[in-house]
């Protein structure tokens, strides 16, 4: 499917690496002009060579810290600077420490809701005029534990639930203008699984019986972002390879 995305722009925040990045190399190979961002600027240089190699949109790197309100601004400023408008903002965002509630101190709680939730309201917040201008989208990328948590990873299935509740009242709240989705990733393959070494997980759950490519979902926000999805707002949809039993 060839969507109707040429010269549109959008901003990818945590996209340096991992299914943040897959997302800005669907979009950039649907002819998007595409911010992506890292703290990492060695990182982030390498992922911004890469996607230029296979993108019919312009790419741009813009470094900073999604924790950071001025950096949040200064990545929004740097999309609209670069390509002269912003249709499309995704978030993105890594997990937080995997722990069990009695684990957590106060401030494992504090920086996973600044992470995870914070980094989204401001980036809404920066981007929201230009969004409504260009009749554009949001896509949030957050995780199947908003639907059905885990008891392992607390902090993650607990903040989490904060960015859907958003998104839902975002999709109301800016309609007619800008559509607001979230995807739900499950197990996928990235560099950050392989970097902690759980390579090897448990699929007996997962009814396909693998992990999946971070680029099946960057396709999946593609075409979130494109007018083939022009009716969808407001949902959250899993991605993960039907491990979810919630049906809701």
Request: glycine fraction near 10%.
């Amino acid at each position: 499917m060839q969507l109707d995305l040429d010269g549109n722009a959008a901003l990818v925040i945590a996209s340096s690496s991992g299914l943040g990045k897959a997302s800005a190399a669907s979009l950039a190979e649907s002819g998007v002009d595409v911010v992506i961002n890292g703290r990492d600027e060695e990182r982030l240089e390498s992922a911004v060579e890469e996607l230029r190699e296979t993108a019919t949109g312009r790419v741009v790197g813009c470094a900073g810290d999604m924790t950071d309100a001025d950096d949040i601004a200064r990545m929004v400023e740097t999309t609209v600077e670069e390509f002269g408008r912003l249709d499309h903002l995704v978030t993105s965002a890594g997990g937080p420490t995997r722990y069990a509630f009695a684990e957590t101190e106060d401030d494992d709680w504090y920086y996973a809701y600044d992470m995870l939730v914070m980094s989204v309201v401001r980036a809404v917040r920066e981007a929201m005029p230009h969004l409504i201008e260009a009749e554009g989208t949001i896509v949030n990328i957050t995780s199947m534990v908003t639907k059905e948590a885990s008891g392992a990873n607390v902090l993650s299935s607990s903040v989490r639930m904060c960015v859907q509740g958003l998104a839902k009242v975002l999709s109301e709240e800016l309609a007619p203008e800008v559509r607001v989705n979230s995807v739900l990733p499950g197990l996928y393959y990235t560099p950050r699984r392989h970097d902690a070494g759980e390579a090897g997980v448990d699929l007996s759950e997962v009814p396909l019986d693998r992990m999946g490519e971070a680029r099946e979902l960057g396709d999946v926000v593609a075409f979130l972002s494109s007018g083939y999805s022009s009716y969808l707002t407001g949902a959250a949809i899993p991605i993960d390879g039907g491990a979810l039993d919630s049906t809701l």
